[in-house]
């Protein structure tokens, strides 16, 4: 076990926690009142602030972790909101004051080189867009958000006389069964579309209240504003829309082949949506692991003692300090994530697993993004440790394709990690398509944000039709169509395009002939430089 790099506090009393805003204030109002007269002053003061972000945001963090574990107990729910309706709203006018003070010593200039260069330009932006009126947008924000968690935390199917979790359900469209494939598609769709009109409406209002805080801020439409607020100093809307036409023109026509080549195989006289997961060689569902013991303990910790012993000390820390809830269940928000806490120092893994192949995969992704915290815990700085998601989905997606060399502690059959390695290449192929249109269908959102219920459906059709093989037979299933996918853009916002860049940069972190032309095939799209590579060279690198 890790020893963990817990914060000391020097700032704030060993044994103070957040209570209300009262008994916060006085810590912010040391910053505001406290005089600079020294770089020395300056640096002390920066280490103070900091610690005190680590001890709010940790809070804030216990308060998100323990509530998306049980989106059922109102308690939860309460200390939740608590926090933003009476803490956020009074720290952030605060922020903007620290930070001017920052922006405004004379001896800012003298630490403003390679070290806090990131730094001092992201507080710079920050306190560019501070808007005291988009405080309370903010609050409004960040409530009705984690009502989709809530929403889809009660959404359930039956199944063999038992009400199972929607991830439950898609492990069954594995299956060797059609009908029970399709039976289980279908329900899971029509239990979706109950909550149609409710999730409409909710986001309906989001986008609403995101195009206020953008125009409130000086910007035409929510996506300029969040590319600036998510500090993209690094690349433009142009590049993303430049990334758009270089899947549909190089990927898409990899998957067609991909999917063309299943569905002959396949000799099916309709290839439904039911028919795109099950193994056509007629192996059974991949397994890895039973339960979210064993996936920890026997397989994921043993795996990434194989690659680095730090890598798996840091999960076995993790377990030991019950940082893990990885195990699907009712009323337990959808999803997965990694939670740095940055006053303990030991990150939190939240998912919900099934036991299948992607859920190994889920398992691996989160703890690469664990490792990167373990790792960043020595810096100075909170702000230091809190990467921007292009170099945080750098380490997670980089754990994905490094760990492979090693999975054969969850397939111990030569054949089941063969197929494991092919389907998880296979998997970054279709995601690619899935991101851009993601990306594509929120731009669009955004920068047309009074459009009608009508036109949502019909933009998000035809921008699905763009990035899809055209292989896969819908009809009758006109409502199910619509539906596919509209609950990840609800609010995942920008996160799609940004995991996605964090393939650009594996090129020297990844070994093996078909893992490196896969990643050279992506790192090639956003450079344009595939011209030469067509679908059957892909295939031919496949086989």
């Known amino acids: 076990m890790i020893n963990p790099n817990k914060l000391e506090r020097s700032f704030v009393d060993s044994d103070f926690t957040i209570t209300n805003w009262e008994n916060l204030k006085p810590l912010y109002d040391n910053l505001l009142l406290r005089e600079l007269l020294a770089l020395n002053d300056l640096m002390a003061w920066l280490k103070d602030w900091s610690e005190l972000d680590a001890i709010v945001s940790e809070d804030y963090a216990w308060r998100y972790i323990k509530m998306t574990c049980d989106t059922s107990n109102n308690e939860l729910l309460e200390n939740f909101t608590f926090f933003t309706e009476k803490i956020e709203p009074e720290i952030a006018p605060i922020i903007n004051k620290l930070q001017k003070k920052l922006l405004d010593s004379p001896f800012t200039n003298e630490i403003e080189g390679k070290d806090y260069f990131v730094f001092l330009r992201s507080i710079k932006k920050s306190n560019e867009l501070f808007r005291e009126e988009n405080i309370a947008l903010n609050t409004q924000i960040s409530n009705e958000s984690q009502k989709y968690g809530a929403i889809s935390a009660e959404q359930t199917i039956e199944h063999e006389g038992k009400q199972i979790t929607l991830q439950k359900a898609a492990s069954l469209l594995k299956s060797l069964d059609r009908e029970l494939r399709k039976s289980t598609y279908l329900k899971i769709q029509e239990r979706k579309n109950t909550d149609e009109n409710k999730l409409n409406q909710l986001y309906t209002e989001l986008i609403e209240l995101r195009h206020k805080v953008a125009i409130n801020a000086g910007f035409k439409n929510y996506r300029d504003y969040k590319f600036e607020e998510l500090g993209r100093f690094d690349y433009t809307v142009k590049d993303c829309v430049n990334f758009h036409e270089s899947i549909a023109k190089h990927i898409v026509p990899i998957n067609k082949t991909l999917e063309k080549s299943r569905k002959e195989k396949l000799n099916l006289d309709s290839y439904k949506p039911w028919d795109t997961e099950f193994d056509i060689e007629g192996n059974l569902p991949l397994v890895p692991f039973k339960t979210g013991e064993e996936l920890t303990e026997k397989k994921t ?34 999803g997965g994530y990694n939670y740095p806490l940055y006053e303990s120092g030991v990150p939190f893994i939240f998912m919900n697993s099934v036991g299948t192949h992607r859920d190994m995969v889920t398992m691996v992704h989160e703890g690469g993004h664990a490792v990167h915290s373990f790792l960043c815990n ?38 089941d990690l063969k197929r494991a390695k092919k389907e998880q290449l296979e998997k970054i192929l279709k995601t690619l398509p899935w991101i851009a249109c993601i990306d594509k269908f929120q731009h669009w959102v955004y920068e047309n944000p009074t459009h009608t219920l009508e036109d949502r459906y019909e933009k998000w059709y035809a921008i699905s039709k763009e990035f899809g093989t055209g292989e896969i037979d819908y009809s009758g299933l006109k409502t199910i169509l619509k539906e596919v996918g509209k609950d990840s853009c609800t609010f995942m916002k920008f996160y799609f395009i940004i995991s996605n860049m964090g393939w650009h940069n594996l090129e020297l972190l990844l070994y093996g002939k078909i893992i490196w032309k896969i990643v050279q095939l992506a790192l090639k799209i956003t450079k344009k430089h595939l011209d030469t590579v067509t679908p059957e060279q892909f295939q031919n690198c496949m086989n």
């Open 301 to 334: 910790i043993a795996c990434f003692n194989n690659i680095d012993p730090f890598f798996g000390e840091c999960i076995a820390t993790m377990r030991q300090l019950g940082h893990l809830d990885l195990e699907s269940r009712i009323g337990k928000a959808p």
């Open 378 to 415: 020595h810096l100075s700085l909170t702000d230091f440790k809190s990467t921007p998601s292009e170099v945080a989905e750098l380490a997670s997606m980089g754990m994905e394709l490094i760990s492979m060399e090693h999975w054969s502690f969850f397939f111990e059959n030569e054949k």
